[in-house]
């Protein structure tokens, strides 16, 4: 089959969660002796034009405006339309499978490939079909338990309040319109986006699990005892945290948590694998406040080998979004390397991580249950070993890269 991949940002200009997934799916698929081809975006336009990227084509297109218009823009981008139908004219897919499309290649390149004859496949990893930015809305922040369910339905008045102008009044019923009409299946990453998605209108939407390639993310000891020299990290207790440190992924939760761990446990170092930016700075001077800014060690953002070897590295990963945080692939990523995870409560980790086998599930709001977690796993290297090898155990079981390509090629031929 002639399978073309729709994603706004794509390796190696980004390394983002969606962008990953898109790419080893591209990667699996020509490797089962599909002809895949990639349309993304770029802001410059001397980065645009076609190349290839780990063997795959790639058509990158310019798009670049003010965010602020995105909720327009993103049903109808005339930055990216007329290429994009050109290349789908030329390529003549039997499959279009498109990713994240909300910010350039836009909702509008659904109804193009439908009309080009091709089957097509929507995979939503994040609120976008329905939200205008992270969905926070379900959760009651003055409650510190696990809730076992949540109300997921927005309110279109908040939804006003909070985006002003740049709320369009129009967006999601056009989004549901074109998905009713033009996309052969929607897919969530989650049950729990999945329950989100229906609760806002979205019905008929299917669930597959994102994967990992379990075997590639393996790594020596050499590689992993250099990244610590690297970082400072040999003889240490090291709680990683990957991802932006915004206060959506749970940033403060996480550096106040962080805190109380450093003063039980003298040796914890925090690895934080994100930018240095206005972000992370803010966090960076609560920690110079409160003591304990010599022990966050900051490396950039990593990819391949050695974001592996971060893993590696590391005694526990922590994920404490709070938002929902509809997949979150540094769960699996983590117990690939046999690593326990301690999660939120909000969004797909539930799913993934089962809380006291191969990790622990957690209300980050409640800063001290975090906290206990954390060094619990840091004290008792032999619980830490055992929900580790659980969770090694789990992603073999469940989240392979393999099983997610064979449910997607399921629907390819459906």
Known sequence: ???????????????????????????????????????????????????????????????????????????????????????????????????????????????????????????????????????????????????????????????????????????????????????????????????????????????????????????????????????????????????RLEGAKGAWELFKSFEKVASKIADARLLVVAKRDASAESKLEYAKAHGFADKVVFTGWLSGRELHAAYSAADVVVNPSVCLDTFGLVNIEAMALSKPVVATCFGGSPEIVVDGETGYIVNPFDVGTLADRISGHLSDTTKSSRFGKAGYERVQSYFTLAMQSDSYERLYTA
């Not at 297109?61 to 050109?86: G, V």
């Not at 597959?208 to 020299?229: A, L, M």
Request: contains cysteine; glycine residues 6%; aromatic residues 12%.
């Open 1 to 243: 089959m002639k399978i073309l991949v729709l994603q706004d940002d794509f390796p190696p200009q980004s390394f983002g969660g969606a962008g990953i997934v898109a790419f080893d799916l591209a990667k699996e698929m020509q490797k089962r002796g599909h002809e895949v081809r990639v349309v993304t975006t770029v802001r410059k336009d001397s980065d645009a034009g076609k190349s290839e990227y780990e063997g795959l084509a790639v058509h990158r297109l310019a798009s670049d405006y003010d965010m602020r218009w995105q909720a327009f823009r993103c049903l109808k981008n005339p930055r990216t339309i007329h290429e994009l139908e050109a290349i789908i004219a030329e390529f003549k897919p039997d499959i279009v499978h498109a990713h994240n499309i909300h910010a350039h290649l836009s909702y509008y390149s659904l109804a193009l490939a439908k009309r080009s004859g091709a089957k097509v496949i929507l995979t939503c990893h994040d609120v976008m079909t329905f939200h205008f930015g992270k969905f926070t809305e379900f959760i009651d922040f003055n409650d510190r338990s696990i809730p076992k369910s949540f109300d997921y339905r927005i309110s279109p008045l908040r939804q006003l309040r909070a985006y002003r102008f740049r709320y369009n009044p129009f967006r999601n019923f056009m989004i549901r319109r074109i998905l009713k009409r033009y996309v052969d299946h929607v897919v969530a990453v989650s049950d729990s986006l999945k329950q989100a998605m229906e609760a806002n209108g979205i019905h008929g939407v299917e669930r597959i699990y994102n994967g990992i390639d379990v075997n590639s993310w393996q790594i020596g000891r050499e590689e992993t005892e250099s990244f610590k020299n690297r970082f400072g990290l040999v003889g240490r207790k090291v709680v990683m945290f990957s991802g």
